[in-house]
């Protein structure tokens, strides 16, 4: 498939209000490691589409397997995962160092993990 024939499939946007730092945050949840922000809700959509493009063209130059959105309907993309007490505070720490949601600062860890072990 191509860029725009990619771009015009419906992926599933989520959009969260950053209560921390204000605006919004936007995930496409089928799109690993997609996520971007914006002050406004407009434009947190309107980067939300460049960060979807930029991914896009990343993924094809470097011939990473780009699933179709309904192949990803059997997954809601949530899990719960107990972790130890020490974790949860090293990692809730970090986020607010880095000024984003715990579960955005989590999500970006394990897209980052995961991009290492599929380069081999």
């Known amino acids: 498939m191509t860029l725009n024939e990619y771009m015009e499939l419906s992926y599933r946007m ?10 919004y945050a936007v995930t496409f949840p089928e ?9 406004t809700l407009e434009l947190a959509v309107s980067n939300a589409e460049d960060a979807k493009k930029e991914w896009f ?7 990473q397997e780009i699933l179709a959105p309904d192949v990803l309907n059997d997954y809601s993309g949530q899990f719960k995962l107990r972790i130890p007490k020490s974790l949860h505070h090293q990692l809730s720490e970090q986020s607010k160092r880095e000024g984003i949601s ?6 970006y860890l394990l897209s980052r993990n995961d991009t290492i072990h599929s380069q081999g």
Not at 14 to 23: A, F, L, Q, S, T
Not at 57 to 63: C, D, F, S, T, V
């Open 31 to 39: 799109l690993p490691g997609c996520i971007t922000c914006g002050e």
């Open 102 to 107: 715990m579960n955005q600062y989590c999500l």
């Open 57 to 63: 063209m990343a993924a094809l130059e470097e011939g």
């Open 14 to 23: 989520e959009i969260v209000p950053d209560k921390e730092e204000g605006g």
